[in-house]
């Protein structure tokens, strides 16, 4: 049964592509999956393409305003892949003194209307998944999803927001609101700043 699983699986990708969607619908002539159409969802994402210079605060009390935050840096790369369908981040830095390496895949489900994020690091065996939205008068990309305090594993609602400030500089500031909370609070900000050999492209 598990081998036959997998043909079932296939057979029913085939037909998706060759069968009729509705009774009286002509088969398509050439038998292939229908053209892909990218809106302008992907200029947002083309733009952010490039190697961008990191700085980075994380607030390692977040609920004492007072408290300094912890500093780093890191490099960022982003590029189109798959034929330009989704961007790829890899991002390099360190947190707390320990190397830090991340890769997220961003993409514009056409089917949801959503921008989706996908995240991977190496502090993390779970990947974050996030959907949102852009505003185009604020020129700010918002992303929303669900996240798990690190230590008590208690569930956290999360916000991130990328503001395209240029097309050499954007923000980005990730918040969280813990279960029970009564307020969200500010965890971490990111400036980008591309790279000069970079800006001349």
Do not use: H
């Amino acid at each position: 049964m598990k081998r036959f699983l997998p043909v079932c699986a296939f057979a029913a990708l085939v037909l998706a592509f060759t069968v009729p969607a509705g009774a009286g619908d002509k088969k398509k002539e050439d038998g292939g999956p229908p053209p892909i159409k990218r809106g302008p969802e992907y200029k947002i994402l083309e733009s952010l393409v490039g190697t961008f210079d990191a700085q980075v605060k994380l607030y390692v009390d977040p609920t004492d305003p007072k408290a300094p935050p912890k500093e780093s840096k890191g490099v960022l790369t982003r590029k189109m892949i798959l034929g330009g369908n989704f961007m790829q981040e890899s991002y390099k830095g360190e947190f707390f003194g320990s190397p830090f390496t991340g890769i997220g895949i961003v993409g514009f489900d056409s089917n949801q209307k959503k921008y989706v994020n996908t995240w991977f690091d190496s502090m993390s065996t779970a990947p974050m998944i996030m959907y949102g939205t852009y505003d185009a008068d604020k020129k700010t990309l918002t992303m929303v999803g669900d996240d798990f305090e690190p230590n008590s594993k208690k569930k956290m609602k999360a916000r991130d927001v990328l503001k395209i400030v240029s097309a050499e500089t954007q923000t980005f500031e990730m918040f969280r609101l813990p279960e029970g909370a009564p307020a969200e609070f500010k965890i971490m900000d990111i400036s980008y700043t591309k790279r000069k050999d970079e800006k001349k492209k």
